[in-house]
């Protein structure tokens, strides 16, 4: 597969974000196999589309609700097979870290780093990941004001996008207030709608987090109208055997049929 050279990301400023872009894979490496199958589709939408498609996957689902969740292979083999799913499909590549001290090696391996939402006001994790010089895509925490992500972008650096995912409206529910979209646009950087976490219950499924996919896309569309600059959606062969996320995770095939749809979309709404 020829390596994807025109990733524009890596020349974004605050006047000059233009191309729609997106982030997708499924929520945790559950194999290499998967991850693969995954990322061959992405490489070709790529190349078909003329559009940056992002590969994300974690090695750890470190802030699951039961301690019986699967988790992934871990910071050792999941850095592997990212970096061989990087080299192999020539995909951006983009996973979560959790702690400072994975920054650094993570950035090895993988073009951008990923702050969970829980974690978006950790000054120490932001800080250690600004410093490797990659890409941080910070998610909205769920209990935070778009407005106050200001404070997380000025931890992690210049190199920041910032990531809505919805707001927690009581227990085991979110809702989306797209109004917090051209809010964090004014911070001049990179604005991503997470469609597919934002219809997720959170800890609503008996341990598990549940969700409705169908609302997914719905969402998607909705974002690009308040001017988002990428789309980010789980994907998943067959969503319901997914061993993370599945109720809200969207099928492969689903994705490789709508995608150039919102494409379209896109391009209709910034004539």
Same mark, same amino acid.
């Given at each position: 597969?020829?390596?994807? !050279?025109?990733?524009?990301?890596?020349?974004?400023?605050?006047?000059? #974000?233009?191309?729609?872009?997106?982030?997708?894979?499924?929520?945790? =490496?559950? %194999?290499?196999?998967?991850?693969?199958?995954?990322?061959?589709?992405?490489?070709?939408?790529?190349?078909?589309?003329?559009?940056?498609? #992002?590969?994300?996957?974690?090695?750890?689902?470190?802030?699951?609700?039961?301690?019986?969740?699967?988790?992934?292979?871990?910071?050792?083999?999941?850095?592997?097979?990212?970096? &061989?799913?990087? &080299?192999?499909?020539?995909?951006?590549?983009?996973? +979560?870290?959790? !702690?400072?001290?994975?920054?650094?090696?993570?950035?090895?391996?993988?073009? #951008?780093?990923?702050?969970?939402?829980?974690?978006?006001?950790?000054?120490?994790?932001?800080?250690?990941?600004?410093?490797?010089?990659?890409?941080?895509?910070?998610?909205?925490?769920?209990?935070? %004001?778009?407005?106050?992500?200001?404070?997380?972008?000025?931890?992690?650096?210049?190199?920041?996008?910032?990531?809505?995912?919805?707001?927690?409206?009581?227990?085991?529910?979110?809702?989306?207030?797209?109004?917090?979209?051209?809010?964090?646009?004014?911070?001049?950087?990179?604005?991503?709608?997470?469609?597919?976490?934002?219809?997720?219950?959170?800890?609503?499924?008996?341990?598990?987090?549940?969700?409705?996919? !169908?609302?997914?896309?719905?969402?998607?569309?909705?974002?690009? %109208?308040?001017?988002?600059?990428?789309?980010?959606?789980? =994907?998943?062969? +067959?969503?319901?055997?997914?061993?993370?996320?599945?109720?809200?995770? #969207? &099928?492969?095939?689903?994705?490789?049929? !709508?995608?150039?749809?919102?494409?379209?979309?896109?391009?209709?709404?910034? &004539?």
């Amino acid at each position: 597969m020829k390596k994807n !050279e025109h990733f524009p990301l890596f020349k974004f400023n605050k006047n000059d #974000i233009r191309r729609l872009f997106f982030i997708a894979g499924p929520c945790v =490496i559950e %194999s290499e196999e998967i991850c693969r199958k995954i990322a061959g589709v992405l490489a070709n939408l790529s190349q078909i589309h003329s559009v940056d498609i #992002i590969f994300k996957a974690s090695y750890d689902k470190a802030n699951r609700t039961s301690q019986n969740s699967f988790r992934g292979p871990g910071k050792q083999e999941g850095l592997l097979i990212l970096d &061989r799913i990087r &080299r192999d499909f020539g995909l951006p590549v983009l996973t +979560d870290v959790h !702690e400072p001290s994975d920054a650094e090696q993570a950035a090895q391996a993988v073009d #951008i780093l990923q702050i969970p939402a829980f974690l978006c006001r950790q000054t120490d994790l932001l800080v250690s990941a600004g410093k490797t010089g990659k890409w941080v895509n910070v998610k909205k925490g769920q209990f935070m %004001s778009p407005e106050d992500m200001q404070y997380s972008v000025q931890k992690a650096g210049d190199r920041t996008w910032l990531t809505e995912r919805g707001t927690f409206f009581g227990y085991n529910r979110l809702v989306v207030d797209f109004t917090g979209i051209p809010s964090m646009k004014k911070f001049g950087k990179p604005i991503i709608f997470d469609a597919t976490h934002s219809v997720q219950l959170p800890g609503g499924a008996k341990g598990t987090s549940g969700g409705n996919r !169908e609302l997914a896309l719905p969402l998607a569309k909705a974002a690009l %109208s308040m001017g988002v600059d990428g789309l980010f959606f789980e =994907i998943h062969p +067959d969503p319901d055997k997914a061993l993370c996320d599945g109720p809200n995770s #969207i &099928r492969v095939a689903d994705f490789e049929k !709508e995608m150039p749809k919102l494409l379209e979309l896109h391009a209709l709404l910034t &004539r």
